[in-house]
């Protein structure tokens, strides 16, 4: 069972959104897919709704807004694909989902600005204490994924890069060489109860490709 957990202690990022075009790919290549929403606002889990009234039922969705994820997630092992949106805030449901990424993946979206990688800082500080204490637990280490999420121009400024590089001198996280692009098709997609990878538009497709093809 893989396990992707999409979180970030700031909203606003695209956590929904990339956290159902995840699960969207994964069920593409077969995978009999599970979306948890650890969020209250639910819009993954809405998501999977609006797409089984388009009959199309590849995901199944669950509504899990409190600190058991961790301890529930081995109940799901007859899914081969676990894919966990987590709602902002530094909550002990957000904490909950972190330490269930250490037998998985956390991906943390940031916007490619220098305020949202400042803020990214908050997160990896969570993060980081967590993963310090499982690292004795588990006798190995785990390293985040940061994805620059909604990124506008093709080149990234010099000012975020440098903010980057200088949480990477405190912080052990890797940045992914993806990067997923702002595109009107992504809300397109979502009203429809569709993945981008299933509209017509090649750019995004072979974007979101690249993406899931570095952290599978």
Not at 82 to 89: E, F, L, S
Not at 100 to 111: Q, R, W
Not at 112 to 133: A, F, M, Q, R
Not at 179 to 206: I, P, T, W
Request: a neutral charge.
């Amino acid at each position: 069972m893989e396990i992707y957990v999409i979180a970030n202690i700031k909203g606003g990022v695209g956590k929904s959104t990339l956290a159902v075009n995840l699960a969207v790919a994964k069920a593409l290549e077969g995978k009999k897919v599970l979306l948890i929403d650890a969020d209250l606002q639910a819009n993954s889990l809405s998501f999977v709704e609006l797409r089984r009234r388009q009959g199309k039922e590849d995901i199944t969705g669950v509504l899990i807004p409190k600190p058991v994820i961790h301890k529930q997630i081995e109940e799901f092992s007859n899914f081969d694909t676990v894919v966990i949106d987590v709602g902002a805030k530094d909550t002990q449901t957000f904490r909950s989902a972190v330490v269930a990424s250490y037998c998985g993946k956390l991906i943390i979206p940031v916007l490619p600005s220098v305020y949202d990688i400042w803020t990214l800082e908050d997160t990896l500080k969570v993060v980081g204490e967590i993963y310090e204490n499982l690292e004795i637990v588990y006798g190995y280490r785990k390293i985040p994924m940061v994805l620059l999420n909604q990124v506008i121009h093709s080149k990234v400024s010099e000012e975020t890069l440098e903010a980057l590089r200088e949480l990477e001198k405190e912080y052990t996280f890797t940045l992914l060489n993806s990067k997923l692009f702002q595109r009107v098709v992504y809300r397109k997609s979502l009203s429809k109860g569709l993945g981008v990878l299933e509209m017509n538009d090649h750019k995004a497709k072979e974007e979101f490709k690249s993406f899931v093809k570095e952290v599978s």
